[in-house]
């Protein structure tokens, strides 16, 4: 089955260092791709996404390229602020049929400092 | 702009206690879905529905039950709850194929 593979957080960053949160998965065939975040409080809401293999998705400062070869959308962002701090879900979807069924990967809280 | 709204918000339960938890989206979307988030956990997909009248069995469907007699309403319901239902629950709506799920605001529900 599919099946989504995040660091273990917490993660702790100062205001303005460079963010990697990795992501793997197992699917098969070609799945889209996607990250979402979680403020405190709230719901998930996309951030972005990829839809085949070596497309970037990019928003906010936040990007991840679909790597088909080691199977892989790592979130990056080159100089975080306090404002991030959230919980990163990575996820994939086959898109059977009409339905738009995801598969969450477990979250990666990110907590960053002044 | 209302998009997905979950109620309540909270809600604490005796175990064999039934209930249910309401989800209306206003986004004219055919798909709807039901999450558990729980620590260490993720999102895990309860049931989902593709449109009205119609609805299906996602990872984790054992002790809940919907139905969707409208697009817009996706209600979940809790026959006789249990601890282990002690869960944060949202409710997402998307449009066809895109895999972009709009989630409310969730309902935390604690069972005792």
């Known amino acids: 089955g599919n099946s989504v593979t995040q660091m273990e957080g917490p993660v702790t960053l100062s205001e303005e260092a460079f963010l990697t949160i990795n992501c793997t998965y197992t699917a098969t065939g070609y799945p889209s791709l996607f990250w979402y975040v979680q403020y405190p409080g709230e719901g998930l809401q996309l951030l972005l996404k990829a839809t085949k293999a070596d497309d970037k998705g990019s928003n906010k400062g936040f990007e991840a390229t679909y790597r088909k070869e080691t199977t892989s959308f790592h979130l990056e962002k080159g100089s975080v602020q306090v404002s991030d701090s959230a919980v990163y879900f990575c996820a994939l979807s086959k898109n059977t049929g009409t339905a738009s069924k995801l598969t969450f990967g477990t979250g990666t809280r990110l907590q960053v400092t002044l | 702009n209302a998009g997905v709204t979950q109620t309540p918000k909270f809600q604490v339960l005796k175990t064999g206690q039934s209930m249910t938890l309401q989800c209306a989206q206003d986004m004219n979307h055919e798909y709807m879905s039901w999450y558990r988030q729980d620590p260490g956990m993720g999102l895990r997909l309860i049931h989902y529905?593709?449109?009205?009248?119609?609805?299906d069995q996602g990872e984790v469907p054992n002790g809940y039950n919907v139905s969707r007699s409208t697009t817009e309403d996706f209600p979940l319901r809790l026959l006789s709850a249990a601890p282990s239902q002690t869960s944060v629950y949202f409710c997402?709506?998307?449009?066809?194929?895109?895999?972009?799920?709009?989630f409310g605001e969730g309902s935390r529900l604690t069972v005792l």
């Open positions: 529905s593709v449109g009205a009248g119609i609805t």
């Open positions: 997402a709506s998307s449009p066809p194929n895109t895999g972009e799920l709009f």
